[in-house]
């Protein structure tokens, strides 16, 4: 399958300090990549899509002030969590989906587990 | 009603045994539909796309009855690396490319 990276894998930080998340597909061109956040035993929640050269689309109940996405290449989103807090500590995941899949199949990065202190 | 409901489980199974899941759809609509992976603490990997005919993978076979919206994955002879969550995914719009998720079942494969 096609391969998505995301770094960092984990991340401590200061509360009320910024975080920048990449995510990037290495073996294929995204137009569109996806931003989730999962807390421990629940589900993903999709929390924007991200959209190479315009503006992210964010789900209902996500600050997009708080949650800053930029796609600015067809391989590279980056997610910034500003001014974090405790809450913020979750796993957040990316994915890309694969334009040649007879599905659009997604493929997700490793996740990267933010702990906010 | 969720747009996607799967039977939470835990499921626990002793090893070589079969194991069915279920998974309901609510948008009729709904274009595509896949079954992901979970392992503890790691992201979702995609295990199988389903096809409208059903298809097969090895020990893993998954149907899709549109009249019932209804998807299935069946794994036969489990492994004990089966143990995971797994995870029921559509794709309501094809081309918009958003994915709604089932909450999963959680399998653990018994020695």
Known sequence: GAVVSQHPSWVICKSGTSVKIECRSLDFQATTMFWYRQFPKQSLMLMATSNEGSKATY???????????????????????TSAHPEDSSFYICSASEPSGRFHEQYFGPGTRLTVT | RKEVEQDPGPFNVPEGATVAFNCT????????????????????????????????????????????????????????SDSATYLCVVNPNFGNEKLTFGTGTRLTIIP
């Open chain 1, 59 to 81: 789900e209902q109940g996500v600050e997009k002030d708080k949650f800053l996405i930029n796609h600015a290449s067809l391989t590279l989103s980056t997610l910034t969590v």
């Open chain 2, 25 to 80: 759809y609510s948008n009729s609509a709904s274009q595509s539909f896949f079954w992901y992976r979970q392992d503890c603490r790691k992201e979702p990997k995609l295990l199988m796309s389903v096809y409208s005919s059903g298809n097969e993978d090895g020990r893993f076979t998954a149907q899709l009855n549109r009249a019932s919206q209804y998807i299935s994955l069946l794994i036969r002879d489990s492994k004990l």
